[in-house]
């Protein structure tokens, strides 16, 4: 028979006291705010019949989060489910379930018994508003609490924050206790104890960084991971602090300092992780110092990997010696690399070895220009040469006698250091060691084909100092004609 006009519904007044927006309005959700406002319009204009589905649609929100909203209103006795069939709800104003004379109203003795076992918790230190007991008793119900955790939570942070702490900031937290299945007493205790711990630790982690704030969530969420999923301990997260100091300290620093740590070794402890750090530092230096005595740079990571591969063959001194041999001659890593394996596979392996090695070397050398350049021989010493030196060198002849042999096979045909080694072989079994006794003989017993020619008719080249010390060319071309 009677209805409002529709420009009413427009500019007419929906009641809301301020109590409501005092005490419940800042602990709500906007969805369950906009719910509550929506349905005391809807008591005034919708009708009896106005549906879920129906306020779902104006307010822009599913039915579930109708339902979850009018719950959440009820637990805060603003609204009642009067009927079930058909759905109907009862909207109440908070200074009309005050003033009910004797609690007529359902009332939820055990939201009750909650709200005061929170107001024991602050006492006088702080006035808690029923809109963040109504939040606290949400996570009970809501979250799946107990009402006991919650009181512990509740606890744990006004001991860490103090009183004044933020109800909403300590939600996420209920979250994660239920994440965590945290349903008994001692389970909450065993996990505020390690979410204390986490906040312990990340604060001394700012500290060591000489930031004098509290950790954000997201720093916190690092912590915990450095401490639980990757099981570092305490004191290796600290120790690995030292390392920031390297570019600008941050927990993201931090956190990828200890992921490579985490994937070169099984370093967790504090220890261990200082040993670890040690050991690369120590790495590092010698790595570098090989490229210096080579004569090259590079950077930090590839001098490192080249280090490493040449390091399980030869000690770090026979490494610069070999590094220094080849800036000699301004050889590069490939070079160095042929190098160092050659002398492993020949079992140089100490400082020693290789310093006696490199003299007979560059004697045998320096001995063996001086007889190509008088037999007329092209090409530098080959291993094979140096073989036949140290043969020679065992018939204890002297150096006027072997550049006199060498004279001798100037003008063979084919190879003179095989023609050569006739010689010095025959004079040998004859038992000749000096030049004076080759002279008292009638003839040679090998006479080159061809014109002979003195040994004053040939220049001999003069050696600079450079060229009779730096034997690198002829190590690595010998290294590598090893390795095949």
Known sequence: MFEKDQDALRYGITAVENQFLLDFLPAAKGDYVKVYLWGLFACENKGPDYSLEEMAQDLFLTVPEIEAALRYWERRALVSRISDQPIKYRFYSPMQRRNIPG??????????SFAEAVYAAFGERRKVSPGEIAMAWEWVKDIGLKPEVVLMLLHHCIEQKGVQFSFKRAEPLAVRMKEHKVSTCEDADSFLHHHQAVHDGARKVL???????????DELALYEKWLDEWQFSQEAILDACAETTKGDPSFKYLDGILNGIRSRSDARTGDQVKQQLQQESDEKGKALAVFAALGKSASVPVAIHFYRDIAALLPHNVLLLAADECRRSNKNMEDL??????????GLNTEEAVKDYLIKFREANLALREIFEACGHAGRPTAADRLLYEKWKGFSMSKELLLHAAEQSRSAQGSKIAYLDKILSTWHEAGITDISQVKARKKPEYAPKGKSVSAQQYTQREYTEAELLAVSDDLIEEARKQRG
């Open 103 to 112: 609690g007529q109203m359902d009332v939820d003795t055990e939201y009750v």
């Open 207 to 217: 500290s060591r960084m000489g930031k004098r704030r509290m950790a954000s969530e």
């Open 337 to 346: 690399q042929a190098l160092i394996t050659a002398w492993h596979d020949r």
